[in-house]
C-alpha cells in the first residue's frame, strides 16, 4: 500500500508476530498504523461462543484495521496472524501527519477502504440466501475480482474450508460437503486437498 522505504523515513519499525498471535484485539485503542510484509493477516470478530466471523484476510502488501486511524474509535474487529508474519508499524499521529503531507495517500485510502465496504456488502447480501453454493460463489467470484487470496497464476483458492466458512457465515461441515458437490459437477477443482477455480462467471445458479 504505502511505499516501504517512504515508512521507514518517517520513522516505521518492523513487527515479526507468530502463527494465531494476536496483534490488536477489538475494542482496544489503536496506536498505528499497520502493513504487511510477508505473511496473512485475519481480521475477524469472535462471538462468546468463540465462533469466528472473519471479513478480511490480509495479505503482503496490504494495510489492515484502519478504521480507528481517521474515526478515533476503538478497533471494531480483532487482528490474528495466519502465520508467521512480519509487519510494518507506524505511530498513528506521525502516520496522519504523513497522509497531511501526501494527499494523494489519503485519496487511495478513501479508494481502498470503499472497495472493502463493497466486497463486504457484497458477501453479506449473500447471506441471505439459503443455499450455501451460492453462498461460496459469491464469494470466490468477489476475491478473483480483487485479486485476492488466490494465485492468478494456477487460479489456486489460498483460503482453507473453515476460513471459508467463518467468512461466509456456514459451517465448515456444510462448505466441505457443498464444494464436495461443486467439484463432482466441475465448478471447482479439488486436488490433494487444495481447491483450484475455473471461470466462475460461467456458472449460472439454478
Request: aromatic letters at 10%; charged letters at 25%; proline letters at 2%.
Amino acid at each position: 500500500m504505502i511505499d516501504i522505504n517512504l515508512l521507514l523515513a518517517w520513522g516505521a519499525t518492523y513487527k515479526k508476530v507468530g502463527v494465531n498471535e494476536i496483534v490488536f484485539t477489538e475494542g482496544q485503542q489503536c496506536s498505528y498504523y499497520y502493513q504487511i510484509i510477508s505473511g496473512t493477516i485475519s481480521w475477524l470478530n469472535i462471538d462468546e461462543d468463540g465462533r469466528e466471523c472473519i471479513h478480511y484476510i490480509a495479505e503482503a502488501g496490504e494495510s489492515f484495521g484502519e478504521f480507528p486511524l481517521f474515526d478515533d474509535g476503538p478497533y471494531a474487529a480483532s487482528a490474528i496472524a495466519n502465520s508467521e508474519s512480519i509487519l510494518i508499524r507506524l505511530y498513528k499521529p506521525v502516520f496522519l501527519d504523513l497522509l497531511n503531507e501526501k494527499n494523494k495517500l489519503l485519496f487511495e485510502f478513501t479508494r481502498l477502504l470503499t472497495k472493502r465496504l463493497r466486497f463486504k456488502y457484497s458477501v453479506i447480501k449473500s447471506f441471505g440466501s439459503n443455499c450455501p453454493e451460492e453462498r461460496i460463489i459469491n464469494l470466490i467470484k468477489n476475491l478473483k475480482a480483487e485479486s485476492k487470496n488466490y494465485c492468478a497464476d494456477c487460479d489456486q483458492l489460498k483460503l482453507t474450508r473453515q476460513q471459508i466458512a467463518d467468512m461466509t457465515g456456514l459451517r465448515v461441515e456444510t462448505v466441505i460437503r457443498t464444494m464436495r458437490q461443486m467439484h463432482t459437477k466441475g465448478d471447482i477443482i479439488i486436488s490433494r486437498g487444495k481447491v483450484f477455480c475455473k471461470d466462475m462467471t460461467e456458472i449460472i445458479m439454478a
